[in-house]
């Protein structure tokens, strides 16, 4: 497999920790990728089979996709074991459900702040960061009797742990309130894969001068 990504890419790195998770070998490609003209010119792998000419695009064979919910659906279909979805149906609509509230639901509310970054004490970067806060809030209570978000470690965990973590960077971190939150949290950071990603993307945001959460660098 190749899996196109990018070395500030969200959803690439969700892509990324699933195939680890998964002990899938596949071949990793960060498509060029500055500061300032961001992700142009657009890989032609990229730009050919995603018609949003964005990452991440796994090739598997004659198979090309891309998205990364629609790469998770892939790499579950391909290789059920480890599963990565619950099997319980009612955890497993569950467990989509949350995977789609992280990318639609709560990021919107952080690329707002990606752009208000050097304004975040104005009114629209004030309801973005109030309006993460209250999902923080929501999950909590989710996790109030369970250990993950869906029962057993799934592509959810993946999803919110990646979008949160580009939350903190931009400005909306859990508050030390958030106890459920905050451990669980600590429990999707300690395992292998996500080290395996996260280690490269904060090594990138030092190198360029960006912050990187105080929690992603401890005991590295």
């Not at 490609?29 to 010119?41: A, K, T």
């Not at 702040?113 to 989710?142: C, F, H, P, T």
């Not at 600590?186 to 395992?191: E, G, I, K, L, T």
């Amino acid at each position: 497999m190749q899996l196109y990504s990018g070395p500030l890419s969200m959803f690439g790195a969700k892509a990324q920790i699933a195939l680890h998770e998964k002990g899938l070998p596949f071949d990793l490609v960060m498509v060029p990728f500055d500061m300032e003209r961001l992700y142009e010119p657009k890989h032609p792998a990229v730009e050919r089979i995603n018609p949003k000419r964005q990452v991440p695009v796994l090739i598997d064979g004659s198979t090309e996709i891309f998205d990364s919910t629609q790469i998770f659906e892939y790499l579950e279909d391909a290789a059920p074991t480890p599963p990565l979805w619950p099997t319980s149906v009612v955890d497993r609509a569950r467990a989509r459900q949350l995977e789609l509230q992280a990318d639609e639901v709560y990021f919107p509310h952080i690329i707002r702040l990606m752009g208000l970054q050097s304004a975040l004490g104005s009114a629209a970067a004030v309801a973005a960061k109030d309006a993460a806060l209250r999902y923080y809030s929501w999950i909590e209570n989710q996790l109030i009797d369970r250990t993950y978000l869906a029962g057993p470690y799934s592509y959810a965990d993946i999803a919110f742990f990646m979008a949160q973590f580009f939350g903190d960077r931009m400005g909306a971190p859990i508050s030390s309130s958030s106890r459920n939150l905050l451990a669980w949290r600590s429990r999707v950071f300690s395992r292998p894969a996500v080290q395996t990603v996260i280690g490269p993307m904060s090594d990138y945001l030092t190198s360029q001068r960006r912050r990187v959460p105080e929690w992603a660098l401890l005991g590295r």
